[in-house]
């Protein structure tokens, strides 16, 4: 598992790297979230994961990684939080151990495993938003999609997910995961964030 967040880390890296001066403030499939709101919550979920594995509970970091953590180089901010997640997994012996989330004690290996699914979708909102190659690598897409299949009627609760949509008869892999998390390919979209995130 540390190889396929690894991978899904690096893929939305790459992603991250594409992004254009001005495309910052473009909208995305996630409703109220533009381009910077959306890299600027996947850094903050990689810096949770990294604090997470090194024994810190939730409420030790409280609001600490609150509001925006990209700065003025949103790019080497995001990269600076993909390391510290890559280098806390690898400190980990094992991901058998316990992370102590709000909610209380919970396995590291669901943990990891929740993120990187987060981190697969959320790599075509970003592909779709600033308008590059949508098509997900087909590791990725069936680990997310089997990460996924058990809870996805139960995401829109957390606000960051749409209910999901009926799935067309002998779908390809992606486009069962993005109906699966409330997503379309092809469907127009239109956010009500327009300006920088910074």
């Not at 094992?94 to 697969?120: C, I, K």
């Amino acid at each position: 598992m540390p190889r396929v967040h690894c991978a899904a880390l690096n893929l939305f890296g790459l992603l991250v790297r594409e992004v254009e001066p001005d495309q910052w403030g473009l909208p995305t499939p996630c409703r109220l979230w533009n381009v910077g709101d959306l890299v600027n919550h996947v850094a903050v979920q990689e810096q949770w994961l990294a604090l997470l594995l090194s024994g810190a509970p939730a409420a030790a970091v409280g609001d600490r990684l609150d509001g925006d953590q990209l700065g003025d180089d949103p790019v080497l901010s995001f990269k600076r939080a993909a390391t510290e997640a890559k280098e806390a997994i690898q400190a980990t012996e094992t991901l058998d151990s316990t992370v102590t989330l709000w909610s209380g004690p919970a396995p590291a290996r669901d943990l990891v495993s929740q993120l990187t699914m987060d981190l697969v979708v959320h790599s075509w909102d970003l592909a779709r938003a600033i308008g590059t190659d949508e098509g997900l690598p087909a590791l990725l897409v069936a680990f997310a999609l089997w990460e996924v299949s058990d809870y996805a009627d139960r995401l829109t609760g957390s606000g960051l997910f749409d209910p999901p949509l009926p799935v067309p008869e002998g779908p390809g892999w992606q486009t069962r995961l993005l109906a699966l998390t409330g997503r379309q390919a092809g469907t127009p979209f239109t956010g009500t964030r327009t300006e920088p995130v910074r």
